[in-house]
């Protein structure tokens, strides 16, 4: 996520006798609808220990046959893994899995995104290790 700067806001007003006199003032702190969106998604972002998988089935998160559902917090399901991993998205609906995707350590990555609200999901992690980090929804 990239640093917005917030410009300095000149305004001018006109006096009496036709005197112009310029202000300079910090623009508004607040941060613009897309960054606050971004911010309370995450923060309500939450600690997973994913399931490890068997034989040939990848681990996953939340456990085997249940299903986390997307909030109206999130557009996006977002992920921080602890450890570099491949995942994928996997949705109740469809009963279909987006493409795998990587989750860099420590680094918050999609895992889907335009998610309608109150999608079931869960999310697979390639091989059989069981995955931890933070997951916003």
């Known amino acids: 996520m990239r ?4 410009p300095f806001a000149m305004t001018a007003a006109l006096l009496g006798g036709g005197v112009a006199a310029a202000t300079t003032g910090a623009a508004s702190a607040s941060a613009p609808k ?5 911010q309370s998604c995450l923060g ?3 600690y997973y ?4 998988g068997s034989g040939g ?3 996953h998160w939340p456990g085997t046959g249940k299903y986390a559902y997307t909030t109206s917090s999130c557009a996006d399901i977002n992920i ?3 450890y ?8 109740k609906a469809t009963r279909a ?6 989750a860099a350590r420590g680094q918050w990555a999609l895992a889907a995104t335009d998610v309608k609200d109150g999608s079931g999901f869960y999310i697979q992690f390639k091989g059989v290790n069981a995955s931890t980090g933070q997951i916003a929804y």
């Open 34 to 38: 897309a960054e606050v969106g971004i």
């Open 3 to 6: 640093p917005r700067i917030v």
């Open 44 to 46: 309500n972002a939450r």
């Open 80 to 82: 921080k893994t602890n």
């Open 84 to 91: 570099t991993r491949q995942v994928r998205t996997c949705f």
């Open 97 to 102: 899995c987006n493409g795998w995707r990587t």
């Open 57 to 59: 089935s990848n681990a």
């Open 49 to 52: 220990t994913g399931t490890p």
